[in-house]
């Protein structure tokens, strides 16, 4: 039986499955996974919504064409509207990250040699790019005014 948006939003025990049989469409061939990682011990610690991580080849060597797995946390199953919010945050703006660790990675090491500042403004630009992307993706979907209103931040700021 395949698990609704709303049974993962109230049951927590069936998040990874509702998470396994979410369609990336053209986004799949840059995903390795998707996993689910509810909050351990330390509640203190602040995550974010998702979070997508390319291969350590791409990370660390910028070899391209490595699929990169995303992470969800419990926040992303709790600050959202509608499902349409939630699949957009998960497909457009993780799977478009995922996207670009496949097709142009940057090597973190190039980064680190060049500077604190270069890592972080490369960090906002690609926040940038996956906020429009997800702009772009948005017309004729039952998006919250909340949703709307955070990618238009993103898309100013690079920042959620």
Same mark, same amino acid.
């Given at each position: 039986?395949?698990?609704?948006?709303?049974?993962?939003?109230?049951?927590?025990?069936?998040?990874?499955?509702?998470?396994?049989?979410?369609?990336?469409?053209?986004?799949?061939?840059?995903?390795?996974?998707?996993?689910?990682?509810?909050?351990?011990?330390?509640?203190?610690?602040?995550?974010?919504?998702?979070?997508?991580?390319?291969?350590? +080849?791409? +990370?660390?060597?910028?070899?391209?064409?490595?699929?990169?797995?995303?992470?969800?946390?419990?926040?992303?199953?709790?600050?959202?509207?509608?499902?349409?919010?939630?699949?957009?945050?998960?497909?457009?703006?993780?799977?478009?990250?995922?996207?670009?660790?496949?097709?142009?990675?940057?090597?973190?090491?190039?980064?680190?040699?060049?500077?604190?500042?270069?890592?972080?403004?490369?960090?906002?630009?690609?926040?940038?790019?996956?906020? +429009?992307?997800?702009?772009?993706?948005?017309?004729?979907?039952?998006?919250?005014?909340?949703?709307?209103?955070?990618?238009?931040?993103?898309?100013?700021?690079?920042?959620?």
């Amino acid at each position: 039986m395949k698990i609704s948006y709303q049974d993962a939003v109230t049951f927590p025990f069936t998040r990874q499955e509702f998470l396994d049989h979410v369609n990336f469409k053209d986004y799949g061939i840059y995903v390795k996974r998707v996993s689910y990682e509810p909050l351990h011990a330390n509640q203190r610690v602040i995550r974010p919504k998702m979070a997508t991580l390319p291969s350590p +080849l791409a +990370l660390f060597f910028g070899k391209t064409r490595t699929r990169s797995t995303i992470y969800v946390f419990p926040r992303a199953f709790n600050d959202e509207d509608t499902e349409d919010d939630f699949i957009s945050n998960l497909i457009e703006h993780e799977g478009e990250h995922a996207r670009e660790n496949y097709e142009s990675p940057t090597s973190l090491w190039r980064l680190i040699l060049k500077g604190r500042a270069k890592i972080k403004d490369a960090s906002i630009q690609a926040e940038k790019r996956a906020f +429009l992307n997800q702009m772009r993706k948005s017309k004729g979907r039952n998006h919250s005014q909340g949703h709307m209103t955070s990618l238009l931040a993103g898309i100013n700021t690079g920042i959620s």
